[in-house]
């Protein structure tokens, strides 16, 4: 038992958004608003929501829109990870909470080396492309209107669920 509590969830937890942020902030080389950073982190994980075209770096799964809502505490956590460490800075910009990478923070992202990052990294860039002419209003429309398809293409996820529960 007390080998349980001293596990670390790897994904999904602070650390893991805090990656992300970081590797947002890297791309986009411009302040972003915390609703800026949920959406950049999602699509980054979630192209194909943003662009059929596009492959993305997680898989097409049920309910996955869930995760859009889900992370806007997680994000705010990692957030204070990042301020308490000096990596990111913020800043008012246009009357709205900005955050930018400091120098510390710029440093760590270069020493951030696997495929995951690269990976991510490809992706984010991908997202920041596609969206840094849009608002964050104009996102977040984009958001509200499409978030119900995402995970929708699952029609027939019940079956699993039932194997889980009752199998």
């Given at each position: 038992m007390g080998k349980e509590k001293n596990k670390i969830a790897v994904l999904n937890n602070p650390i893991e958004h805090a990656i992300k942020i970081i590797v947002a902030l890297?791309?986009?080389?411009?302040?972003?608003?915390?609703?800026?950073?949920?959406?950049?982190?999602?699509?980054?994980?979630?192209?194909t929501d943003l662009n059929k075209n596009a492959e993305s770096l997680f898989p097409q799964i049920p309910y996955r829109a869930c995760t859009y809502v889900c992370n806007h505490t997680d994000i705010t956590m990692a957030l204070e990870i990042l301020l308490s460490r000096d990596l990111i800075k913020y800043a008012i910009k246009n009357d709205r909470l900005c955050y930018t990478l400091t120098e510390a923070g710029i440093l760590f992202e270069e020493y951030l080396q696997?495929?995951?990052?690269?990976r991510l990294t490809i992706m984010m860039v991908e997202v920041v492309s596609l969206l840094k002419n849009k608002s964050d209003a104009d996102i977040q429309e984009y958001v509200e209107q499409n978030i119900g398809k995402w995970g929708s293409e699952f029609e027939r996820e019940y079956i699993l669920i039932k194997d889980v529960n009752h199998g």
């Open positions: 890297k791309c986009a080389m411009t302040p972003l608003t915390r609703d800026r950073l949920v959406a950049y982190e999602y699509f980054a994980l979630h192209l696997n495929e995951y990052k690269q």
